[in-house]
């Protein structure tokens, strides 16, 4: 018999409502699935986003308040999609009521506010997820399964990084997103946590990192609340605001393992979109990956392969859980495809009362990298990532 997981939404602005349609898609690409995902509540403090919910997505009621949600008893999971400086509270409550918890990225607006959700929930004993959905892309699996096998033999140099262009408009709106009161970092939390998340799933931990930062975008025109999102645009008479958090990262790392690499995030570049991309070398072969070209994995193994260079792989149902979206070689899957397999692995976790990873404890990995690159920029210098866990 399946078990029926009863799920809270707190934010339901794109994000929530990609969460909401990857709960809905389960049942229909996951017949077999051993758990049936019901959306029992949503909550946003906009009127109208309720209403959408409620109406349009299937929600059984909404809400403007999120504590409403937590206190439920018939509330098995809190997903939290809400701004970045709402995380720790709403994490920390849910834990406490012992509803399982998932939670976008970053999952604290700080290092700190990241240990201190972790360590609610480790002691809450409850079930944690977190959204670094790159790393269900079907083609990334299968990278870092060659990987497993020691296809590549002993890996020598990583390149992560994340460009992508919803920052380059000056006249782009001043969110919540470019303000660090409201979502800690900018590009580190938003953007770089990803690429820091990616090589540490494929290369292991990163030990050493040196780091620089920069904003480019300054001053931004004011948002109108509770209309449009971040991808939008003012006009050059609208009243601005300062930027208080950075558009640019770089840092040269260095894996425990000896590797080398080097990590960029910029949100303010011309050219690349959503450039989430990796380059990775060893002693036996090299591959390269980019969210751009979702579909196409760059292979070259010259030991196993007829001609010199890189080859292209396309994804298809051969890699994972690709089957279950479309069938055949090379038929293409997109973003919100990646979430679906992201809810999907966080719930099949639910339902068997197992750890999930991505959870809180990869979060507080990613967090205490992010603190390093922080400490690095201050210092000018190399710094050592040490663990934040509290026992």
Not at 77 to 89: G, K, Q, S, W, Y
Not at 235 to 250: K, L, Q
């Amino acid at each position: 018999m399946k078990r029926t997981l009863r799920i809270g939404l707190v934010g339901f602005g794109w994000m929530g409502q990609a969460h909401s349609r990857s709960y809905r898609s389960i049942p229909l690409y996951f017949p077999d699935a051993p758990f049936r995902p019901v959306l029992a509540g949503v909550a946003d403090t906009v009127p109208h986003r309720v209403d959408q919910a409620v109406r349009d997505f299937g929600y059984e009621s909404g809400t403007e308040d999120w504590e409403e949600l937590v206190d439920r008893p018939d509330i098995d999971i809190i997903d939290i999609t809400a701004p970045n400086t709402m995380h720790r509270r709403i994490a920390e409550a849910a834990a406490a009521a012992g509803k399982h918890v998932f939670c976008e990225k970053p999952v604290g607006i700080s290092a700190a506010a990241t240990a201190r959700i972790e360590a609610a929930a480790r002691r809450a004993g409850v079930i944690t997820g977190c959204g670094y959905n790159y790393r269900w892309a079907p083609l990334v699996r299968y990278a870092k399964e060659l990987l497993e096998e020691g296809r590549f033999g002993s890996m020598t140099h990583y390149r992560g990084r994340f460009f992508t262009m919803y920052g380059r408009d000056r006249l782009g709106l001043l969110s919540w997103r470019f303000l660090q009161d409201e979502a800690g970092h900018g590009a580190l939390s938003d953007i770089m946590s990803h690429a820091i998340d990616l090589a540490q799933f494929l290369m292991g931990p990163i030990r050493r990192v040196v780091a620089a930062r920069e904003t480019f975008v300054r001053e931004r025109p004011l948002p109108k609340p509770g209309v449009g999102t971040h991808y939008d645009r003012g006009s050059p008479d609208d009243p601005t605001g300062a930027v208080t958090n950075e558009d640019y990262v770089g840092a040269l790392v260095e894996f425990s393992s000896g590797a080398r690499g080097t990590l960029e995030a910029d949100r303010s570049i011309f050219g690349p979109q959503s450039q989430m991309a990796f380059e990775l070398n060893g002693s036996k072969g090299a591959a390269s990956w980019d969210h751009e070209r979702l579909n196409q994995l760059l292979l070259y193994l010259p030991e196993e392969q007829p001609q010199d260079g890189f080859i292209e792989v396309l994804g298809g149902d051969s890699f994972y859980r690709q089957a279950n979206l479309v069938p055949g070689g090379g038929n293409s899957i997109g973003f919100e495809d990646m979430k679906i397999f992201e809810a999907y692995e966080f719930l099949d976790s639910v339902a068997a009362d197992r750890p999930h990873d991505p959870g809180f404890e990869a979060a507080l990995a990613n967090a205490s990298v992010a603190a390093a690159m922080i400490r690095s920029w201050e210092s000018e210098r190399w710094e050592t990532v040490e663990s934040l866990r509290i026992d």
